[in-house]
């Protein structure tokens, strides 16, 4: 699969409307996204214990969208087979009153993951420069000089979070950023089959059926985010989430050439420590039974 296609060029300002969400790439049928998604989940499965044994890298991936664009879903999917111990997910939802205590990069850099471990971040730090954008009433009552409060707090944002990332980059997190992209028309399908079907009532909320008459604000604060933020070191792709199983496909797919490309590696035994483990054997088979 060519992931270039996915990703916004750094500095370049992009249009959504170039980028198609019912994509589908070369896969011919669902089951045959799905076949290569389950040997994705195996190869990541065996490069995620690669990643936590060298304990050189980490990695952060962090997923924004609209509603129902299937983050959760594209998260369990993609993510499953991984070792729980060596995993963590956060949800970030509106920020408790300790977290607005706090600067807008606090909440979500506390929960970095270590080095060996691959952290995933279902919404991040990017809600500060897209849901406060679209409504600026949270920006109004966010614990900041009001001298801030301006139209110059989205560059100094962006250049927060670009400083944030070229220091995690260069101190062995690699970020992976994706958006899921989903159709207005797409979306729309999904709330009425949430209304629809019982267990998933629990899904839905008025709120998110008010959120789409914004939908053109939230598509210009996007645009304005991958404009600003999709740099070198982490660039942000467009994912098309019209059809979920290729969007959790892509995603894999990404994911697996990126760790293949940390060259990661066992650990190297020491001589003395060859020697201990075959000490180690004798006292094991000398052992009476």
Known sequence: MNHDRFIVPPGKKISLRE????????????????????????R?????????????????????????????????????GVNPQGCQVFSFKVPSSEELDHDFLWRTTKALPERGRIGIFNRSYYEEVLIVRVHPAILQAQRIPD????????????????????????????????FLHVSKEEQKKRFLARIDTPEKNWKFSLGDAKERAHW???????????HHTSTDWAPWYIIPADRKWFTR???ADIIV????????NYPTLTEQHKKELLNAREMLEGEKA
Request: glycine letters at 6%; hydrophobic letters at 40%; aromatic letters at 12%.
């Open 19 to 42: 980028y198609d969400p019912a994509f589908t790439g070369k896969y011919e049928s669902k089951e045959e996204a799905l076949q290569k998604l389950q040997l994705d989940i195996e």
């Open 44 to 80: 990541k499965a065996e490069l995620q214990g690669m990643l936590y044994a060298d304990d050189t890298y980490s990695v952060l991936l962090i997923f924004q969208a609209m509603d129902a664009a299937g983050k959760d879903g594209a998260i369990k999917h993609v993510m499953s």
């Open 216 to 226: 053109d604000d939230y598509m210009k604060a996007y645009e304005d985010v991958f």
């Open 257 to 264: 050439a990126k760790l293949k490309s940390l060259d990661l």
């Open 249 to 251: 496909a892509a995603i």
């Open 147 to 178: 001298g801030e409060k301006n139209d110059d707090i989205w560059k100094k944002r962006f250049a927060a979070i670009n400083n944030l990332e070229h220091y995690l980059t260069q101190n062995g997190t690699v970020i992976l950023k994706f």
